[in-house]
């Protein structure tokens, strides 16, 4: 099956670092424009990143600008996620995906996704 892989997630405390990796099964990423959304309970899907495939620009939400950095490693045809000055209010289930994003929720590929936990 060709799908995103995503890993890195994980418990930390508030103010605290991770980074997330995503790489393809199937599926080269390199090609591709690869985003990042979260999904926390009870809440909307909301799209955080997007880095683009040929000159690795990126873009972020207002929220994790500063603390959220996106890029991108083609030799290793990985896109991270590196977290940094973790809120509680970042506690959601991360995913990666392409397009980097999508009004309707259906996506070209997506991961299954790695939960992130911010809590002292």
């Known amino acids: 099956q060709v799908q995103l892989v995503e890993s890195g997630g994980g418990l930390v405390q508030p103010g605290g670092s991770l980074r997330l990796s995503c790489t393809g099964s199937?599926?080269?990423?390199?090609?591709?424009?690869i985003g990042w959304f979260r999904q926390a309970p009870g809440k909307e899907r909301e799209g955080i990143s997007c880095?683009?495939?040929?000159?690795?620009?990126?873009s972020s939400i207002e929220s994790v600008k500063g603390r959220f950095i996106t890029s991108r490693d083609d030799a290793k045809d990985t896109v991270y996620l590196e977290m940094n000055d973790l809120k509680p209010d970042d506690t959601a289930v991360y995913y990666c995906?392409?397009?980097?994003?999508?009004?309707?929720?259906?996506?070209?590929?997506r991961g299954q996704g790695t939960q992130v936990t911010v809590s002292a």
């Open positions: 995906a392409t397009p980097c994003y999508s009004v309707s929720g259906r996506y070209s590929y």
């Open positions: 199937g599926v080269t990423l390199q090609p591709l424009a």
């Open positions: 880095i683009s495939a040929r000159n690795h620009i990126t």
